[in-house]
């Protein structure tokens, strides 16, 4: 596609529940990012794919947020047994190359806003 | 390790005046630094970014950039506001990670 597509764009669970969040990236872009992005917590890094493989998940906060990349594509987010304070947009960026700095530039979908009753 | 601090997280200004949003960044290595705009329900897109060589970067829609070494810092500046910037900007850096430290933003709001 054109752009960064992230789906669902709105997603409203009861806690407890589990949520899958799903980013495809612009063709051809080899690096993927997630980002959270809290209110007056500006943006949390949470992971990195390069490719299908994940050499930096450093920012997961807890062992129930994991991530996957299929095909060297699309990958999907998951939080299982949500909980009030995972209420947040869950922002999905790629990039041509490895290491942003290459480029100089992410490509960032629109986010996936997360609510958690 | 990176880290980036924004002074304000509210700059209020009116139309045609300066605005300058402070970005001071903490880098263990020479940093590359960028300022990206997220406008109302829409994704971050990049504003400008500084890798080597010149200091004073230009971005899109008139915003510039100098990085101070000394002062560690990446403030952004127009020279005049107008409506359309009203928008959040992040300040980011990067070093030798795969990944982008973001400030916490600044919403830039614009006055008549």
């Known amino acids: 596609g054109a752009g960064v597509s992230q789906s669902p764009s709105n997603k409203v669970t009861e806690k407890g529940k589990d949520v899958e969040l799903r980013c495809d990236p612009i063709?051809?872009?080899?690096?993927l990012y997630w980002y959270r992005q809290s209110l007056g917590q500006g943006l949390e890094f949470l992971i990195y794919?390069?490719?299908?493989?994940?050499?930096?998940k450093s920012g997961l906060p807890s062992d129930r947020f994991s991530a996957e990349r299929t095909g060297g594509s699309v990958s999907t987010l998951t939080i299982q047994r949500t909980q009030q304070e995972d209420s947040a947009v869950y922002l999905c960026?790629?990039?041509?190359?490895?290491?942003?700095?290459?480029?100089?530039?992410?490509?960032f979908g629109e986010g996936s806003r997360l609510t958690v009753l | 390790a990176q880290s980036v601090t924004q002074l304000g997280s509210h700059v209020s200004v009116s139309e045609g005046a300066l605005v300058l949003l402070r970005c001071n960044y903490s880098s263990s290595v020479p940093p590359y630094l960028f300022w990206y705009v997220q406008y109302p329900n829409q994704g971050l897109q990049l504003l400008l970014k500084?890798?080597?060589?010149?200091?004073l970067v230009k971005g899109i829609n008139g915003f510039e950039a100098e990085f101070k070494k000394s002062e560690t810092s990446f403030h952004l500046t127009k020279p005049s506001a107008h409506m359309s910037d009203a928008a959040e900007y992040f300040c980011?850096?990067?070093?030798?990670?795969?990944?982008?430290?973001f400030g916490t933003g600044t919403r830039l709001q614009v006055t008549l």
């Open positions: 063709s051809g872009h080899t690096a």
């Open positions: 500084y890798t080597t060589g010149a200091t």
């Open positions: 794919f390069q490719g299908n493989s994940a050499p930096d």
């Open positions: 980011a850096v990067s070093g030798t990670a795969s990944k982008l430290t």
């Open positions: 960026a790629s990039s041509r190359l490895a290491g942003a700095w290459n480029t100089g530039e992410l490509f």
